[in-house]
């Protein structure tokens, strides 16, 4: 199994300018999120989706939009990339009733200049 | 006042050291504690999970919760240089907005053959 699988692992955006990143997972959980992981800062949840069609604010939501159409991909949008959106982006997942921790992706570092 | 906190190091032990990282909360409502390692641009990765107070041991690696102190504590013996990553604590309520964990801003752990 491929387990939580992102795309793309590298990008360097210009100011303005939009991405979506995707995130896919093929162990049939529900639960997705979106985190950012900056120096410091440690791990910020973006937003995250307790199933399909769903999707809900977390942390630090502002500049980024999401997605949820398919169980099994979850996708972060970027429409207007600001400098201040440099950083390390993961996606998570888990079943609904688990509490024992997250499967992570290999995460997207992004840079925006 | 952050949710968890945790000190970010970094720590640098010669190998065969025993090893201390802590972690400090202020919600009481946590109930589940997991320990996660991070290697260098990496997904980070589930090492310990621990459901409310008590210690749980798995090979080198100790997991320890006291919840009346809101202070966790994952402990390693005999060091490896392969043990060297981020170290992140994090923890969930029984009952929480999409099960979300929060996260410490990890410490990070040297161990010099």
């Known amino acids: 199994n491929a387990g939580v699988t992102q795309t793309p692992k590298f990008r360097v955006l210009k100011t303005g300018q939009s991405m979506t990143l995707l995130c896919a997972q093929d162990?049939?959980?529900?639960?997705m999120y979106w985190y950012r992981q900056d120096p410091g800062m440690g791990l910020r949840l973006i937003h995250y989706?307790?199933?399909?069609?769903?999707?809900a604010k977390g942390e630090v939501p502002d500049g980024y939009n999401v997605s949820r159409l398919k169980k099994q991909n979850f996708l972060l949008g970027l429409e207007s990339a600001a400098p201040s959106q440099t950083s390390v982006y993961f996606c998570?997942?888990?079943?609904?009733?688990?509490?024992?921790?997250?499967?992570f992706g290999s995460g997207t570092r992004l840079t925006v200049v | 006042q952050k949710e968890v906190e945790q000190d970010p190091g970094p720590l640098s032990v010669p190998e065969g050291a025993i090893v201390s990282l802590n972690c400090t909360y202020s919600?009481?409502?946590?109930?589940?504690f997991m320990w996660y390692r991070q290697y260098s641009r990496k997904g980070p990765e589930l090492l310990m999970y621990?459901?409310?107070?008590g210690n749980k041991e798995d090979g080198r690696f100790t997991a320890q919760v006291d919840k009346s102190s809101k202070y966790i504590s994952l402990f390693i013996r005999d060091s490896q240089p392969s043990d060297s990553a981020t170290y992140l604590c994090?923890?969930?309520?029984?009952?929480?907005?999409?099960?979300?964990?929060?996260f410490g801003t990890g410490t990070s752990l040297t161990v010099i053959p």
């Open positions: 994090a923890m969930s309520a029984l009952r929480g907005t999409g099960n979300q964990f929060y």
């Open positions: 162990m049939n959980h529900e639960y």
């Open positions: 998570a997942s888990k079943y609904s009733t688990a509490n024992n921790g997250y499967t």
């Open positions: 621990t459901y409310s107070s």
């Open positions: 919600n009481s409502a946590f109930q589940y």
């Open positions: 989706s307790v199933g399909e069609g769903t999707t």
